[in-house]
């Protein structure tokens, strides 16, 4: 079984300062984990993934997430956020159970303020 | 050169309407999906197909129906439509075959459908 849990909905930083989006997950398997950011009103970007080699993950726009095994974790970060990051980010685990099977979380939205 | 690509991208029509959404991707991929994503972002996977096949078929009411012409398009025919299948429908593509053995999906702009 698979399962992926956004701790928080809502997460709201200072231009500047840095962020931190939290992702818990769950498999028997050996999953491979996503990040993707949805800009209002656009289709969702692929930010960065772990596929088993190096378990920090470094993205685009600056973007990075650690894989801890002996957490679940899987939470993203970028050492200063800017306007532009404003967006709902979607963390989403996959791992191949005799068939792919991809779940995607809830989504956190992410407020900047100036 | 886009890569995934919807059509329309808004949709307003009236209830028990018909209606179909176009998917198309230049990718490459093998493996084809359609989502919903509800008023609180929620995406909902509805069905995948590989290599023309139905592998994916969530809980999801027979008025949905996806053909998949060939490996590169996906389209999704509504029938009877209800104001709950206000949404925005995704379109997204993997390659299930890559070498990275990784289910990396590359997403449409999305259709917002409205049903009045």
């Known amino acids: 079984a698979q399962s992926v849990t956004q701790l928080d909905s809502h997460v709201s930083v200072s231009e500047g300062t840095p962020v931190l989006l939290r992702c818990n997950y769950s498999?028997?398997?050996?999953?491979?984990l996503f990040w993707y950011v949805q800009h209002p009103n656009k289709g969702l970007q692929l930010l960065l993934k772990y596929t088993s080699a190096a378990t920090l993950v470094k993205g685009i726009n600056g973007f990075e997430a650690e894989f801890k095994k002996s957490e679940t974790s899987f939470h993203l970060t970028k050492p200063s956020a800017h306007m532009s990051d404003a967006a709902e980010y979607f963390c989403v685990v996959s791992a191949n159970t005799g068939g792919f099977k991809t779940i995607f979380g809830a989504g956190t939205r992410l407020f900047v303020k100036a | 050169d886009t890569a995934v690509s919807q059509t329309p991208k808004y949709l307003v029509t009236q209830m028990g309407n018909d209606k179909s959404i176009k998917c198309e991707q230049n990718?490459?991929?093998?493996?084809m999906y359609w989502y919903k994503q509800d008023s609180k972002k929620f995406l909902k996977i509805m069905f995948s197909?590989?290599?023309?096949?139905?592998?994916i078929n969530e809980t999801v009411p027979n008025r949905f129906s996806p053909k998949s012409p060939d490996k590169a398009h996906l389209n999704l025919h509504i029938n009877s439509l209800e104001l709950g299948d206000s949404a925005v429908y995704f379109c997204?593509?993997?390659?299930?075959?890559?070498?990275?053995?990784?289910?990396?999906?590359?997403f449409g702009p999305g259709t917002r459908l409205t049903v009045l």
């Open positions: 990718l490459g991929h093998d493996t």
């Open positions: 498999s028997s398997y050996s999953p491979s």
């Open positions: 997204a593509s993997s390659f299930l075959a890559g070498e990275d053995l990784t289910d990396t999906q590359y």
């Open positions: 197909y590989n290599n023309k096949e139905l592998i």
